[in-house]
């Protein structure tokens, strides 16, 4: 599986972005899909994930009811909406996918990697 992540840039403080990740390969459906943040100096977070059909879905704590992560099995393709963003979440956002050998909150089951998007808030 490849997986490329667009859609970053800069942002002001409570403004919105909508993250996309592209997937390449058959199985994706199979996937959990998992959306991760690294700040600079800071080790990667998870942030959200989705399962393989869109109806379960859970969020770090720190964006829970800010963003909505989706996916499009159809077009091979998870998003990520942010609202409301704030300077905190100023990071390289990458999406990947879980094989299900930990949870989904558990950055050890996330095998396959794309190149991540800049995200930048300012305040």
């Known amino acids: 599986v490849q997986l490329q992540a667009s859609g970053g840039g800069l942002v002001q403080a409570g403004g919105s972005l909508r993250l996309s990740c592209a997937a390449s390969?058959?199985?994706?459906?199979?996937?959990?899909m998992g959306w991760f943040r690294q700040a600079p100096g800071k080790e990667r977070e998870f942030v959200a994930a989705?399962?393989?059909?869109?109806?379960?879905?859970t969020y770090a704590d720190s964006v829970k009811g800010r963003f909505t992560i989706s996916r499009d099995n159809a077009k091979n393709m998870v998003y990520l909406q942010m609202n409301s963003l704030k300077p905190e979440d100023t990071a390289v956002y990458s999406c990947?996918?879980?094989?299900?050998?930990?949870?989904?909150?558990?950055?050890?089951?996330?095998?396959?990697w794309g190149q991540g998007t800049l995200v930048t808030v300012s305040s």
């Open positions: 390969g058959r199985a994706f459906s199979t996937y959990y």
């Open positions: 990947a996918t879980n094989d299900g050998s930990y949870h989904y909150t558990d950055i050890r089951g996330y095998v396959y």
């Open positions: 989705v399962g393989r059909y869109g109806s379960i879905t």
